[in-house]
């Protein structure tokens, strides 16, 4: 079964507008984190935003946030105020386990977002 | 925040030569290290884990006699790809979590990439 699961491989969204990119994950784990990457044509991977399972309100971090509904399994990333520059591959990612060091990163499919004038 | 540097950036050999990737961490160090490959428009695959001072763990699938992984120090990890063939062709990134028992943060670090493509 896959364990990340991006269902868009693509979106488009009007400059200015917010957009939702779709994330579920699955794991038997209690602890685990989930991110969201960007990755522009240079290839790149730029963080986005972290949500850790027990965390209680879901991560923002400036114009992205994380629609975090655990019993849905779903970690949602919402882009608001959508820019020209925010064009890239979105990825989702899990780490089972919280703590950072030796646990690998799993990745969704992908989203390619195209944001347009 | 924390920087991983790779080099090449990019390199374009011959079949059959083999090629060399380092993956540093610049200011931090990284007892572990992860290597993953991107074939285009795909997602990223891991295919092993470096940990310095011992042997590498790789995933299923990955040919730890083609991709040699050797974790010489805290801040330095290599990929060396051994009589590369065009099938491995692709986009090589590693990636650095901080040392969580030096207070590193969740974030994993990626390096900006190394694009391989062999003729």
């Known amino acids: 079964a896959q364990k990340i699961t991006q269902t868009q491989p693509g979106m488009f969204v009007q400059e200015k507008e917010a957009v939702t990119l779709d994330c579920t994950y699955d794991?038997?784990?209690?602890?685990?984190?989930l991110f969201w990457y960007k990755q522009p044509s240079s290839g790149e991977m730029i963080f986005l935003i972290y949500?850790?399972?027990?965390?209680?309100q879901n991560a923002t971090e400036g114009r992205y946030s994380l629609n975090f509904q655990k019993a849905r399994k779903s970690a949602n990333l919402v882009i608001s105020a959508s820019q020209l520059g925010d064009s890239a591959m979105y990825f989702c990612?899990?780490?089972?386990?919280?703590?950072?060091?030796?646990?690998?990163?799993?990745f969704g499919t992908g989203t390619q977002l195209k944001v347009e004038l | 925040g924390a920087v991983v540097s790779q080099h090449p950036s990019r390199v374009i050999c011959k079949s059959g030569t083999s090629v060399k990737i380092e993956c540093r961490s610049l200011?931090?160090?990284?007892?572990?290290m992860f290597w993953y490959r991107q074939f285009p428009k795909q997602s990223l695959m891991l295919m092993a884990t470096?940990?310095?001072?011992?042997?590498?763990?790789?995933e299923q699938g990955v040919e730890k006699d083609k991709f040699l992984i050797n974790h010489a120090s805290l801040t330095l990890s290599t990929l060396t790809v051994t009589s590369a063939h065009p099938e491995d062709s692709s986009f090589y990134i590693c990636?650095?979590?901080?040392?969580?028992?030096?207070?590193?943060?969740?974030?994993?670090?990626f390096g900006p990439g190394t694009r391989l493509t062999v003729l």
């Open positions: 200011d931090f160090q990284a007892t572990t």
């Open positions: 949500q850790g399972s027990y965390d209680q």
């Open positions: 794991t038997s784990d209690p602890s685990y984190g």
């Open positions: 990636s650095a979590p901080p040392n969580p028992l030096q207070g590193g943060a969740d974030e994993q670090f």
């Open positions: 990612a899990m780490r089972e386990g919280l703590t950072g060091g030796g646990n690998k990163l799993t």
């Open positions: 470096s940990n310095e001072g011992s042997k590498a763990t790789y």
